[in-house]
């Protein structure tokens, strides 16, 4: 599910109305999923910092190397974003109790808000997910299901456990919010930037949601008059060598990516076996002119360390993952010194400190 709004009429919407806007991802609020009289549910999510990697950028020869820091987003991850849009539009339903599968960041910030606006969560998590992620979840009220297998397995049980119950599904793309949520880091960067566009942006890539909502944003934008056409970055979805099924569909031209086999990585949130919107994905890629790139967990790891050590943020794997994407696109010659690139970091290391063992 997509939302979709008036872009017509969103024309009178002007970017110099954002002055004095409170720093969240609500100052964005006419171009999300909420109605007259609806209230979001929000902890401070979004509005998170764009910082200039100068020691970083400095070891690969660029110029303009810049991390989106999503872990500083209530929760510590770039779900927040996603799930604040979603519980706001349950709320504004009347459910009583939401649900989802998740590898972990998503079921914490489904509990978070979740709690937030006075509702039941239930958990779906794989039971060999990290236990903070876990624990967590249980922290802020949630019933916590474990589970046998991966999130895909965990989204079936989900699913016949749901049946009859009237719960609402917080799913990716089951349901309108999450892509909303997410897709406000790209109205954020063009901000950040003065109305600008970078010339690459690297995604982690697991559900894919924040990738396909800020690709429709660019568009919105484009539509509503804020950007000029021609301006939209090159796209790279970054996943690991041991569950890389856009890269796979990516490089052989298929249309959708089908599921991967024996899905394996230290990254949970990269552990997904089947994006639900594969095809929103890979059209995405190519339309931009991008890349998909699988990187190692072993290089993903030293990249949280030298993203840490050289720049001070806390980085979960996948934002190593998508440093170590920037290395092999410039070793290729893909990315040039002059570029400006954008480092996604969808969230913080305190919960994967096991992997710096």
């Given at each position: 599910?997509?939302a979709r709004y008036d872009l017509k009429?969103?024309?009178?919407?002007?970017?110099?109305?954002?002055?004095?806007?409170?720093?969240?991802?609500?100052?964005?609020?006419?171009?999300?999923?909420?109605?007259?009289?609806?209230?979001?549910?929000?902890?401070?999510?979004?509005?998170?910092?764009?910082?200039?990697?100068?020691?970083?950028?400095?070891?690969?020869?660029?110029?303009?190397?810049?991390?989106?820091?999503?872990?500083?987003?209530?929760?510590?991850?770039?779900?927040?974003?996603?799930?604040?849009?979603?519980?706001?539009?349950?709320?504004?339903?009347?459910?009583?109790?939401?649900?989802?599968?998740?590898?972990?960041?998503?079921?914490?910030?489904?509990?978070?808000?979740?709690?937030?606006?006075?509702?039941?969560?239930?958990?779906?998590?794989?039971?060999?997910?990290?236990?903070?992620?876990?624990?967590?979840?249980?922290?802020?009220?949630?019933?916590?299901?474990?589970?046998?297998?991966?999130?895909?397995?965990?989204?079936?049980?989900?699913?016949?456990?749901?049946?009859?119950?009237?719960?609402?599904?917080?799913?990716?793309?089951?349901?309108?919010?999450?892509?909303?949520?997410?897709?406000?880091?790209?109205?954020?960067?063009?901000?950040?930037?003065?109305?600008?566009?970078?010339?690459?942006?690297?995604?982690?890539?697991?559900?894919?949601?924040?990738?396909?909502?800020?690709?429709?944003?660019?568009?919105?934008?484009?539509?509503?008059?804020?950007?000029?056409?021609?301006?939209?970055?090159?796209?790279?979805?970054?996943?690991?060598?041991?569950?890389?099924?856009?890269?796979?569909?990516?490089?052989?031209?298929?249309?959708?990516?089908?599921?991967?086999?024996?899905?394996?990585?230290?990254?949970?949130?990269?552990?997904?076996?089947?994006?639900?919107?594969?095809?929103?994905?890979?059209?995405?890629?190519?339309?931009?002119?991008?890349?998909?790139?699988?990187?190692?967990?072993?290089?993903?790891?030293?990249?949280?360390?030298?993203?840490?050590?050289?720049?001070?943020?806390?980085?979960?794997?996948?934002?190593?993952?998508?440093?170590?994407?920037?290395?092999?696109?410039?070793?290729?010659?893909?990315?040039k010194p002059h570029e400006t690139v954008?480092?996604?970091?969808?969230?913080?290391?305190?919960?994967?400190?096991?992997?710096?063992?």
């Open positions: 599910m997509l009429a969103a024309r009178s919407w002007k970017k110099e109305s954002l002055v004095g806007r409170p720093h969240s991802m609500w100052r964005y609020r006419e171009m999300l999923p909420l109605l007259a009289g609806d209230d979001p549910v929000t902890l401070g999510e979004g509005f998170t910092p764009l910082l200039h990697a100068k020691r970083l950028g400095l070891t690969l020869g660029l110029e303009r190397l810049l991390i989106k820091d999503e872990s500083l987003n209530p929760t510590n991850s770039f779900k927040a974003r996603g799930l604040s849009a979603a519980i706001s539009r349950a709320k504004a339903l009347h459910a009583e109790t939401v649900f989802l599968p998740t590898a972990g960041n998503a079921g914490n910030a489904a509990a978070a808000y979740a709690a937030a606006a006075g509702m039941k969560c239930e958990v779906f998590i794989p039971k060999d997910a990290k236990q903070p992620f876990i624990d967590e979840c249980r922290l802020y009220g949630a019933n916590v299901t474990l589970v046998d297998g991966l999130i895909t397995d965990a989204g079936r049980l989900a699913t016949e456990t749901a049946k009859g119950r009237g719960w609402y599904e917080l799913s990716t793309f089951r349901e309108a919010g999450r892509a909303e949520g997410k897709k406000t880091m790209a109205y954020e960067l063009a901000e950040q930037l003065n109305w600008t566009l970078p010339d690459w942006i690297i995604y982690p890539t697991g559900g894919g949601t924040g990738l396909v909502g800020m690709w429709k944003a660019f568009a919105e934008m484009e539509a509503i008059g804020w950007l000029a056409a021609g301006q939209r970055p090159k796209m790279v979805s970054v996943q690991t060598e041991g569950c890389a099924p856009i890269i796979r569909a990516f490089d052989s031209g298929a249309e959708t990516a089908g599921t991967w086999e024996g899905a394996h990585t230290v990254a949970d949130g990269l552990r997904v076996p089947r994006a639900i919107a594969d095809f929103l994905i890979l059209r995405a890629l190519r339309e931009s002119g991008g890349a998909a790139v699988a990187v190692s967990d072993e290089q993903m790891v030293l990249d949280m360390k030298a993203i840490g050590s050289l720049e001070g943020v806390s980085a979960a794997p996948e934002g190593g993952a998508a440093l170590s994407a920037v290395r092999a696109l410039v070793a290729a010659g893909r990315i954008v480092i996604f970091n969808t969230g913080g290391a305190l919960k994967y400190l096991d992997v710096l063992r």
